[in-house]
């Protein structure tokens, strides 16, 4: 219960954040590709705000399209550690 409290606090903040990058016209800047991003540097941290785009693929679709051998030619793998804590 308290790491979802402590989840929900955070979260707040977060959006706080956000609100306030984006009600605040000084923030307005472009990053280093030239692309619109909220930024606020203080003297104690740097906030930054800008959106993503993250393209998928049908994976299931894609092996329809191209042969085994193709579709392998295809794959890139990465590893990551990933933590959670329930």
């Known amino acids: 219960m308290l790491k979802e409290e402590t989840e ?3 979260r707040a903040l977060e959006n706080s954040i956000i609100e ?3 009600d605040t016209e ?3 800047t ?3 590709k030239g692309k619109p991003i909220r930024q606020y540097i203080g003297t104690d941290y740097k906030a930054t705000y800008s ?5 998928n693929v049908k994976k299931e679709e894609v092996k329809k399209l191209l042969t085994d051998k193709q579709y392998e030619q ?3 793998k990465s590893s990551f550690g990933v ?4």
């Not at 933590?83 to 329930?86: E, T």
């Open 8 to 10: 929900a606090e955070i």
């Open 20 to 22: 306030f990058l984006n």
């Open 26 to 28: 000084e923030c307005e």
């Open 30 to 32: 472009t990053d280093k």
């Open 51 to 55: 959106m993503q785009t993250r393209e």
């Open 74 to 76: 295809c794959i890139f």
């Open 83 to 86: 933590l959670r804590i329930k």
